[in-house]
């Protein structure tokens, strides 16, 4: 299947830092990919949808100028997290969806915030 | 957006052959049952999807009824890497993939 690639894998930031997950199809363009949450335990919440070349659309609940979404480019999305809090420790995947609508994930970010 | 309902948890001897059930009674005519797999502190692998026929793919099979509320996946010959979260999803017309709880397979020696 298709390959996405997140950068970094694993990041310990203080809080009041803002951090930025890069998420990026290797081998396809995606014109849109999407962003999740997941918290221990828990299921895949999603955050926002990113759409190359025009704002990110966000899911209920999910604060716009916190995580701050940029689709710049077919292969490439990021979402920074701004002003991290404790609360915001998570783990943070991408996906990017084919023409096809079938839709392949990228191996997760794990976000500490101390 | 259609939901989906799965048992929490199943288990499967090692060898033998996986079945994983999924309700999803509420689907519309032209949305797809895609399936996907999360091992632990993994992104979700995609299984296979499909719209009304049954597919088979390398990873796995899924069955469909024939009125389309609910469907079946299944792992010929389970091993122990298998071992996941499966999630039973129907795709939205917006393209979006709402994740639910998802039946954890543990697969046993």
């Known amino acids: 299947g298709a390959v996405v690639s997140q950068h970094p894998s694993r990041v310990i930031c203080k809080s009041g830092t803002s951090v930025k997950i890069e998420c990026r199809s290797l081998?396809?363009?995606?014109?849109?990919m999407f962003w999740y949450r997941q918290f221990p335990k828990q299921s895949l919440m999603l955050m926002a949808t990113?759409?190359?070349?025009?704002?990110?659309?966000?899911e209920q609940g999910v604060e716009k100028d916190k995580f701050l979404i940029n689709h710049a480019s077919l292969t490439l999305s990021t979402l920074t997290v701004t002003s991290a809090h404790p609360e915001d420790s998570s783990f943070y995947i991408c996906?990017?969806?084919?023409?096809?609508?079938?839709?392949?994930f990228g191996p997760g970010t794990r976000l500490t915030v101390l | 957006d259609a939901k989906t309902t799965q048992p929490p948890s199943m288990d499967c001897a090692e060898g033998r052959a996986a079945n994983l059930p999924c309700n999803h009674s509420?689907?519309?005519?032209?949305?797809?049952v895609y399936w996907y797999r999360q091992i632990h502190s993994q992104g979700p692998q995609y299984i296979i999807h499909?719209?009304?026929n049954n597919e088979t793919n390398e990873m796995a099979s899924l069955i469909i009824t024939e009125d389309r509320k609910s469907s079946t996946l299944i792992l010929p010959h389970a091993t122990l890497r298998d071992t996941a979260v499966y999630y039973c999803?129907?795709?939205?017309?917006?393209?979006?993939?709402?994740f639910g709880q998802g039946t954890t397979l543990q697969v046993k020696p």
């Open positions: 996906s990017a969806r084919l023409p096809s609508d079938e839709q392949f």
């Open positions: 081998d396809f363009q995606a014109t849109t």
């Open positions: 990113s759409n190359e070349g025009s704002k990110a659309t966000y």
């Open positions: 509420t689907i519309s005519g032209n949305e797809y």
């Open positions: 499909g719209l009304k």
């Open positions: 999803i129907v795709l939205s017309n917006t393209g979006k993939l709402i």
